[in-house]
């Protein structure tokens, strides 16, 4: 079975571009979640679907980060505009039923 | 304040010694555990639940919650050099829900 697929693995944006990181979960799962990763602040959840509604959106994440998801199978997680500040790890997981999270291998995004 | 806190930072155990982590939650809500491990350029891993108190054992991994101090445990057996990692404790306050993930503890498993 194919896991979490996280696309693009490497990006590199200047401050004030639109990035666009997709995700596509392990087939069959219900739940979807979008997380940051960084040294200082650790995992930060954005964003979580269940059956493609939104169940929590990280509130402190609510300005300039949005994520859909478009069907069972794809999200993605915009960010408008790219800050410096929004360099991080980004990291989509899916989950059958909310227990075992499965992770991707995540997007690296470097704003410069 | 992180909402799980994680001990030590780092670790270092000679191969074939006892690894243990520690984690505490700040927040009585929080009534379910895992925890996670991280190989570098990977995403996260689930290595086991614990959701009553007392102890849990899968392998070489050995997990205890003491639900009364907000208090999670592992302990990693016979420590391999693959077990060399960053490993999370995540908690949340519903079975399915968004986790919390703790800063994580890093793990440095010498020959």
């Known amino acids: 079975d194919a896991g979490v697929t996280q696309t693009p693995r490497h990006e590199v944006a200047e401050k004030g571009q639109t990035i666009i990181l997709k995700c596509e979960p392990v087939?069959?799962?219900?739940?979807l979640f979008w997380y940051r990763q960084t040294k200082i602040q650790g995992l930060e959840l954005l964003s979580y679907?269940?059956?493609?509604?939104?169940?929590?959106d990280g509130g402190a994440f609510k300005d300039r980060f949005k994520a859909e998801m478009l069907n069972s199978s794809f999200s993605t997680l915009k960010i408008q505009p790219t800050e410096p500040k929004d360099s991080a790890v980004y990291l989509c997981?899916?989950?059958?039923?909310?227990?075992?999270?499965?992770f991707g291998e995540g997007s690296r995004l470097i704003v410069v | 304040q992180q909402k799980v806190q994680q001990s030590p930072e780092s670790l270092s155990v000679p191969e074939g010694g006892m690894a243990s982590l520690n984690c505490t939650s700040s927040?009585?809500?929080?009534?379910y555990f895992w925890w996670y491990r991280q190989h570098s350029g990977e995403g996260p891993k689930a290595l086991m639940?614990?959701?009553?108190?007392g102890d849990k054992k899968e392998g070489r991994f050995t997990a205890h919650l003491n639900k009364a101090s907000l208090h999670v445990s592992l302990h990693i057996r016979d420590s391999q050099p693959s077990d060399s990692a960053l490993y999370f404790c995540?908690?949340?306050?519903?079975?399915?829900?968004?986790?919390?993930f703790g800063l994580g503890t890093r793990v440095s498993v010498f020959p």
């Open positions: 679907f269940r059956s493609k509604s939104l169940m929590e």
């Open positions: 639940s614990i959701f009553s108190d």
């Open positions: 927040d009585r809500n929080f009534q």
């Open positions: 997981a899916s989950s059958l039923d909310g227990n075992t999270l499965y």
């Open positions: 087939s069959g799962h219900n739940d």
């Open positions: 995540a908690a949340s306050e519903n079975y399915a829900q968004g986790l919390t």
